[in-house]
């Protein structure tokens, strides 16, 4: 690809349109919403083509390094790229916690070979990566864990149990926090991987409300977790733990469970409530706030691409995703709440004929939406980063 410098971003816009144009089959416009249906289910051969040709191409995480398959581009080419896969209704067929936390945590701390070995599979979105962090008696006191990795010479032996693993019964590979000394707290914590296909891993889903299940708890029964799987130094982990947290966060501020299909809620509103003859909505009340939360995500948006170029020159997030984090997840959770007021009760259906795909979809959003302001660090949690990290704020007596 030619080297483009700032003065050519237009010449880089022309490229990416017409490679876009040229692979990007016409079968998945505006069919984003399906990635997570993509972890369940064989992809479609179109899928397939599509994820192939982003993989290739190293678009898909466009500002990795290209010695291991990324785009090794700007931040603005990268938006770029994102504006011009909008402007035909394509999406981005890689993701994953791959790209949005271990990716981005492995290229900072971990070695050469780790790096060589797991960064191009994430890459052409090869593999599936689960993570496992929480414990029954350890979520948001996260360094309480006791999942303990005994030291037997050449590999470790692990044994304790996860909960709320997202996706663990379609990972191939699992990044996971273990006690390696008993003596101190967060200073015998290791962050490790391990294939979750190794004897002793066992996976549970966990329904949920939502209808679907994707958590689970995970049992971890003498399993063996080789030493060049350590990212990190040995009980060094809480500080590797602590770096892709804030990854993911970033990830998650823009989360939530909209509901409504994409669509405007000025839109939603025309079309369920009606309007005036003026063309407004009648009710002011319900007029106020639906205006409200679309100034609210329009400008929550420009912050969060405004924090995402600053972590780039940074590099990396800072504790400033905890407020995105927080904010982003309320906007979206509020968002899911109007959309099913507006439905009314054509967004309290569950299944059967007389809903439209989008209001299925809708509600399921709505309940699946509740869980963003507990999962990547509660709200409470966040706040507490807040008030000592930002604020500066001493702990209280």
């Known amino acids: 690809m030619a080297d483009f410098g700032g003065s050519d971003l237009d010449a880089f816009r022309t490229e990416a349109r017409d490679w876009i144009e040229a692979n990007f089959p016409k079968s998945l416009k505006g069919k984003g919403g399906m990635m997570m249906r993509e972890e369940r289910s064989e992809p479609t051969p179109d899928m397939h083509a599509w994820r192939k040709a982003m993989g290739e191409k190293g678009w898909g995480v466009p500002t990795w390094p290209t010695q291991y ?131 002793g891993v066992e996976v549970r889903p966990i329904p949920l409300i939502a209808g679907n299940s994707p958590f689970c708890e995970t049992f971890l029964t003498d399993v063996r977790v080789e030493k060049d799987q350590v990212v ?47 063309g407004r909505l009648a009710d002011t009340d319900l007029r106020t706030r639906v205006i409200m939360n679309e100034i609210d995500g329009r400008a929550f948006q420009l912050t969060a691409m405004r924090a995402m170029a600053e972590s780039k020159a940074n590099s990396g997030p800072s504790a400033a995703t905890s407020i995105m984090k927080n904010a982003g997840t309320r906007w979206m959770q509020d968002r899911a709440e109007l959309t099913i007021e507006l439905m009314g009760h054509q967004g309290l259906g569950w299944e059967g004929d007389d809903f439209t795909a989008e209001e299925l979809g809708a509600v399921r959003s709505w309940l699946g939406g509740k869980a963003t302001t507990i999962y990547g660090g509660s709200q409470e949690v966040q706040n507490n980063i807040i008030s000592k990290r930002i604020l500066g704020l001493p702990d209280p007596k």
């Open 232 to 278: 990190g130094p040995v009980n060094g982990g809480w500080t590797v733990a602590k770096r892709l947290l804030q990854h993911e966060r970033s990830g998650l501020s823009g989360a939530g469970g909209g509901g409504g299909g994409g669509r405007s809620l000025v839109k939603l509103a025309k079309d369920y409530v009606g309007t005036d003859e003026a």
């Open 69 to 199: 398959g990324g785009g090794g581009l700007t931040p603005a080419h990268a938006r770029i790229i994102q504006q011009e896969l909008g402007r035909v209704g394509a999406y981005n067929p890689i993701g994953g916690m791959g790209v949005m936390m271990f990716g981005p945590t492995l290229l900072e701390y971990g070695t050469e070979a780790q790096k060589q070995q797991h960064i191009p599979p994430i890459v052409k979105g090869e593999l599936q990566w689960c993570q496992g962090f929480s414990e029954p008696g350890a979520g948001s006191d996260l360094a309480s864990l006791q999942t303990r990795a005994e030291d037997k010479g050449d590999h470790y032996i692990v044994n304790g149990q996860k909960i709320w693993t997202s996706g663990a019964q379609w990972a191939q590979w699992c990044f996971c926090l273990v006690r390696t000394d008993t003596t101190k707290k967060h200073e015998g914590i290791s962050f490790v991987l391990f294939p979750m296909d190794t004897p």
